[in-house]
């Protein structure tokens, strides 16, 4: 392409912005007249001029209200113009992914795996902040067979103090490794991935389009992020069928949440320059980096919401951040309640943290008179929720108190359901069916409008989390608590090796000779093989377990079919008879049976991978069972 096919790709890819003032005005408008007169002037919730109190609270919950709608429909708008965006090469550019992990030896390395088979050009580098399980011999082993596999090992006292503290040491680490020459810095990009983070196939292609990184003021960029579990029919093993369908609730509206109003607002934030970047698939120039180190000492802070308070730098900066729903990083839904409180808390807390750095960014005049607006209001965001959580109930009960509401016949309550319909339901239940439309989610119509309904209650969850991060800013605690993954404690039934399969040997030693025979006789080519083989199995298992986990015939049946075929290839006898009975309990729909069998396979498979490991790769063994 040249320079203005690439501009004009770029203009062609992002959204146009001179709407949004104008229609976030005459909304504001319309919505207001509407708020006025349902809460000041309808007689439901009485009249104004009797105490000043009461009418500072109508008049503030109008104002509130109306603005809440107004940047609804805003939402709405941007979600519902999505556009396509051109791809570009990958190659243009070296990836360097970030991966932070404490204690993560049940998703780490599926998500190496995933990485690295995905992306071949791409180098991982796994943080271990002091892990206390057995996080940095399963990253160890993956390195021996990968070398673009990178440990970075932290200790204390300097361990355990935050994930940006742990992203600035990467930062050292990886800047040290690609050297000083600013043509080797301009081209690299660091992503930062949760241990738990998948990214979509297409996802370099789309960062490195006209509108992501081929843009030289491009700063950095936010995938979509999408739930990997949002389909697990059992979301918590070994409890009752209440609980597990509370558990699928929660997930699904999580995915819900990122995939349509969170999506929404990133992509309304594209239109004001104001996106937010997000802890799970975010991607940065290292020369960014770089000018933020010369700014304040390093790229990332210490705040909760580290990944934000680093967009708000870049924005300060000068460079402009980019949203791609095109592209997504999967990640996992809590089924757990407390475990979801414990995590918004802490995203609460840091987001209203990162209002310190707002004065800066007013400085740099960096924003948009859209975006200053845009993001004051997001920010304020806390605030206006406390307030109707003390206003909305007040104004009701003094309402009750007097007997203003009837039943049917009274108009107070007519207009009342109708307040209720327009300012409490629409603004979330919307969602579901957007979610339908425009996920896309393969959902039936009455799913989607149920899933709203279902998403008004869990947006209200918010009201919980909000106090307790007031209050532990009030009280001054500020510490980062880990979000348990929800393979955590959880006790496989069984993890030994069933006596009809000890009889089989691990691998036929004779097969990867008559492989390497194939191959022309070269035994470097069988040893590429099995090292691969050895990289890609927590990927193979990982996709064989979320397919279990929906019960997706389909999807089940592809991923045993990807294990047993890898397993024939290489000789793996034992894995390859394992993943035989497995899909006989597959074929005769016993997936009771096949989520028992889960764990025998994975220690099949494990067993299979350290005698590769010692027998054809002269490795050495490390036990982690």
């Keep these: 392409m040249t320079s203005s096919e690439v501009e004009e790709a770029t203009l062609q890819d992002l959204p146009r912005t001179i709407v949004i003032t104008p229609l976030a005005f005459i909304a504001s408008l319309v919505y207001g007249a509407l708020a006025g007169y349902i809460f000041c002037f309808s007689g439901a919730f009485g009249s104004l001029g009797r105490h000043w109190w009461y009418d500072i609270a109508l008049i503030t919950i109008t104002i509130t209200a109306s603005l809440s709608l107004a940047y609804v429909s805003m939402l709405v708008l941007a979600y519902t113009r999505r556009r396509n965006v051109h791809h570009g090469d990958p190659s243009a550019f070296t990836w360097h992914f970030l991966i932070p992990c404490r204690d993560e030896e049940s998703v780490v390395a599926g998500t190496v795996s995933a990485a690295r088979t995905s992306f071949p050009q791409a180098h991982v580098w796994v943080i271990d902040d002091a892990s206390e399980d057995t ?28 994930k940006g503290k742990a992203l600035n040491a990467a930062y050292r680490t990886v800047s040290e490794w690609i050297g000083q020459d600013p043509a080797d810095r301009e081209r690299a990009i660091v992503g930062v991935l949760d241990a738990d983070g998948f990214l979509s196939e297409n996802a370099l292609e789309v960062l490195s389009g006209p509108a992501g990184f081929g843009d030289e003021a491009l700063g950095a960029a936010q995938l979509e992020v999408w739930m990997k579990n949002r389909n697990d029919r059992k979301p918590r093993p070994g409890r009752g069928g209440f609980i597990n369908t509370l558990g699928r609730y929660l997930v699904r509206m999580q995915d819900i949440e990122f995939r349509t109003s969170n999506s929404a607002m990133q992509q309304l934030r594209v239109a004001t320059g ?30 909760l919401s580290e990944d934000y308070e680093l967009g708000l730098n870049i924005l300060s900066s000068g460079f402009r951040n980019g949203y791609f729903p095109q592209a997504h990083v999967s990640q996992e839904a809590l089924p757990f309640f407390r475990r979801l409180l414990t995590q918004r808390t802490r995203w609460a807390q840091g987001i209203m943290e990162c209002a310190s750095n707002l004065p800066a960014l007013r400085r740099s005049r960096t924003l948009t008179f859209p975006g200053f607006l845009e993001i004051h209001y997001f920010m304020s965001q806390p605030l206006l929720m406390m307030l109707n959580l003390v206003l909305i109930p007040t104004v009701t009960a003094v ?17 009342m359901f109708l307040a209720g319909l327009v300012f409490v339901v629409l603004p979330y239940a919307l969602w579901g069916p957007l979610y339908r439309r425009w996920g896309p989610e393969p959902i039936s119509i009455v799913s989607a409008v149920l899933f709203g309904l279902g998403y008004l209650v869990y947006v209200y969850f918010t009201y919980f989390y909000y106090p307790r991060a007031v209050a532990r800013m009030l009280t001054g605690r500020n510490s980062w608590a880990k979000t348990k993954r929800n393979a955590d404690g959880v006790l496989s039934a069984s993890t030994f090796t069933p006596a009809s399969l000890q009889p089989v040997p691990l691998l036929d030693q004779n097969s990867l000779a008559e492989l390497a025979e194939e191959l022309e006789g ?26 279990v986990a929906a019960e997706g015939p389909i999807e089940i049946g592809d991923a045993i079919a990807s294990i047993r075929v890898s397993a024939t290839m290489i000789g793996a006898k034992r894995l390859q008879v394992a993943a035989e009975d497995f899909t006989t309990m597959v074929e005769t729909e016993d997936l009771e049976a096949a989520r028992s069998a889960l764990h025998r396979l994975s220690r099949v498979g494990d067993d299979t991978v350290a005698e590769v490991r010692a027998t054809f790769l002269d490795l050495p063994t490390r036990g982690r069972h």
């Design 135 to 162: 996080t940095a011999l399963i990253v160890r082993d993956l390195m021996d067979v990968d070398e673009r596999i990178h440990l970075i090992s932290r200790v204390p006292p300097e361990a355990r103090t935050g």
């Design 274 to 303: 104001t996106v937010g970047m997000g802890g799970n698939g975010q991607f940065t120039r290292l020369s960014v980096l770089d000018r933020l180190t010369a700014a304040h000492g390093s790229p990332w802070g210490n705040k």
């Design 399 to 415: 309402a009750v108190s007097e007997n203003r509401f009837g039943f049917l016949d009274d108009a107070a309550t007519w207009v």
């Design 522 to 547: 070269r035994d470097e080519y069988a040893a590429e093989i099995v090292s691969r083989f050895a990289l890609i199995w927590p990927r193979r298992l990982a996709n064989l377990q979320q397919a």
